[in-house]
DNA sequence: CGTCGCTCCTGGATGC
DNA sequence: TGCATCCAGGAGCGAC
């Protein structure tokens, strides 16, 4: 599912090659992950405008259009933007197509969460899934001092879901968490009352080293994710507790427990994170 | 407003 | 072997 360093692989190579280019043609083959707008209306916006840049916040991709207009994009947990020659077989599972020179950009979704949305760019600020966002996990405005404060107005409930909230920080999902809190000794079912400024502070760091990690090595393919090139991020084997139940520790041999917490499913070391 | 359960969806895994 | 059921999960929504 892809995460800050997920999205951010697909940003950086969107921005290697599609940057400058005209999208020719637009074609719509399910309507369904255009959440606000009608296919004309999508249609009319994307055809004959060219690609100015490719943003992000949290995991959330933004495609700059000329004309003042501009795509936001949330893969969810199975969307992929894919880079193919035009002539390419079709796949099950593509909505949307996006034609430029002698390649497209294909939008697929096997469990169809993932949306795309039109905004004038100028609105995009005020975009509902962008204007609650919490600071970029990766941000350099996001420092200790200010995950701190923050974790001062969410006390009560377990840290876990609360690293996953996005409106709390955005870029962080369910396999970041897992990983940032195997790194910091806690259990995420610990309430956030409970931690010790020393443990905060492992958190923290723990997010801010194993995300550029992850970024380096293209992500982590759990789930469907994959490149626009359609390459399998390659992070998945320095995962700690991820997908490991039953596995031992690498620190301590004890097997990896799963839990679910909230409804998802939450991996750790039960002698390693107390 | 914070907290929490429910919901969307598909196909691979599991059970009988 | 085949069919039914379960399960994964980001984040919006409603309940409290």
């Known amino acids: 599912m892809p995460e800050m360093p997920e999205v951010e692989t697909i940003r950086r190579e969107l921005e290697e090659k599609v940057k400058g280019e005209e999208i020719t043609k637009v074609e719509v083959r399910s309507a369904k992950p255009l959440k606000n707008a009608t296919v004309e209306e999508f249609t009319d916006v994307v055809e004959g405008a060219t690609i100015e840049d490719v943003k992000r916040r949290g995991k959330i991709l933004i495609i700059n259009l000329s004309a003042g207009y501009s795509l936001l994009i949330h893969l969810k947990l199975t969307g992929r933007i894919l880079y193919q020659i035009a002539n390419a077989p079709m796949e099950k599972h593509t909505h949307v197509i996006f034609s430029l020179d002698d390649h497209q950009l294909r939008f697929w979704d096997q469990r169809q969460f993932g949306y795309i949305k039109v905004f004038k760019t100028e609105d995009l600020p005020n975009a509902p899934e962008v204007k609650e966002l919490g600071p970029e996990a990766m941000g350099e405005d996001f420092i200790l001092e200010v995950f701190q404060k923050l974790l001062q107005t969410r006390k009560r409930g377990p840290i876990k879901p609360l690293l996953m909230d996005q409106n709390?920080?955005?870029?962080?999902?369910?396999?970041y968490a897992d990983e940032a809190l195997y790194y910091a000794g806690v259990q995420p079912t610990r309430i956030v009352s409970s931690l010790s400024r020393g443990e905060i502070?492992?958190?923290?760091?723990?997010?801010?080293?194993?995300?550029?990690?992850?970024?380096?090595y293209r992500g982590s393919s759990v789930d469907l994710y994959v490149d626009i090139y359609g390459r399998q991020g390659?992070?998945?084997?320095?995962l700690k507790v991820y997908g490991r139940e039953g596995e031992p520790c690498e620190r301590c041999g004890?097997?990896?427990?799963?839990?679910?917490?909230?409804?998802?499913?939450?991996?750790?070391c039960p002698k390693c994170q107390k």
């Open 254 to 268: 004890t097997p990896i427990r799963k839990i679910t917490l909230r409804g998802r499913g939450a991996h750790f």
């Open 168 to 175: 709390f920080i955005a870029g962080v999902g369910n396999v």
């Open 234 to 238: 390659e992070y998945v084997p320095y």
């Open 201 to 216: 502070a492992k958190i923290y760091e723990g997010i801010r080293r194993i995300l550029p990690a992850a970024l380096e």
